[in-house]
């Protein structure tokens, strides 16, 4: 499972009210977002990518000994969690693995897709649910990270130092009155990723927000490039690591590669990102075993 994202500009209006829960948005957000779209040529490859991911992790489950189909669905939008689970029944299968691909836990987020999942469900009582809820300290998904910041690292002469910068979607604050366990199993992550590396000195950054009223977690990447722009003693070379997200999509292609991009040059700044995991053989190799372990605790 996805977030999903809309297929054309004609899409964005309708996709942002199922975000809002049926609120529609006004016409200058949905004009905004049309622009950030049209900027990354019109459209985001999450829904390719994401097929890419299913057909690969379905060969890789079948090649491990594991007879499973592999569907893919999405929260916001077409296919739908709603749409993808009658197909699932009709095809006669029993049990739901559910694997959202994002991997750490919030309950705003990861809970969103237990949630479609259930109300699904209720036609279908006899189908079993088994939920994934996190996945962020599975080994091989943290040697995919870091094999793409070995990549990354390529973009830097040899000899220079550079800030490595660690980033995640941002959530509302409010989370953290629940004990939400998303920022520990960010540091989690990002600290596991540091030590395959050697890493001392890294850092990390929220991106993303939301254009709402209320606080949201931070800090935000573009205030973190702000403050390194300001030390005169800070490597002007910075090499972003989106740890949060796991395939290009709108917050990799603009919110990194276009909106914090200019900020950078405009500020003196050389930045770059790692690669996304996509459906490279790593990752899906990482997939695999969060699907293959789950089995065997569960059967």
Sequence with gaps: MAYGTPRSTAEIEPYLTNI??????????????????????????????????ASALEV???????????YVGMKHWHPYVKEVVPKIADDGF???????????????????????????????????????????????FRRAVADKVKEG???????????MVFTAHSLPERILQKNDPYPDQLRSSCEGVARLLDLDDW???YQSAGQTDEKWLGPDILKYLGQLDSNANATR?????????VADHLEILYDIDIEAQEFAKTHGLNLSRTGSLNATPTFIAALADIVMKHVNRTS
């Design 20 to 53: 809002r829960r049926g609120r529609k948005p006004t016409p200058q957000v949905v004009e905004e977002l049309k622009e950030r779209y049209r900027k990354i040529g019109g459209k985001s490859p999450l829904l390719e990518i994401t097929n890419n991911q």
């Design 60 to 70: 890789s489950l079948k090649t491990g000994g594991l007879d499973a189909r592999v």
């Design 94 to 140: 029993q049990r739901i693995i559910a694997l959202a691909l994002a991997p750490h836990y919030s309950e705003i987020s990861i809970g969103g897709y237990r949630e479609a999942l259930q109300e699904a469900l209720r036609q279908f009582p006899k189908v079993e649910l088994d939920f994934i809820e996190s996945w962020f300290d599975n080994s091989l």
């Design 153 to 163: 690292l390529k973009k830097f002469p040899a000899s220079s130092e550079v800030q």
């Design 203 to 205: 850092a990390f950054a």
């Design 237 to 245: 070379n910075i090499l972003v690591i989106p740890i949060g997200f």
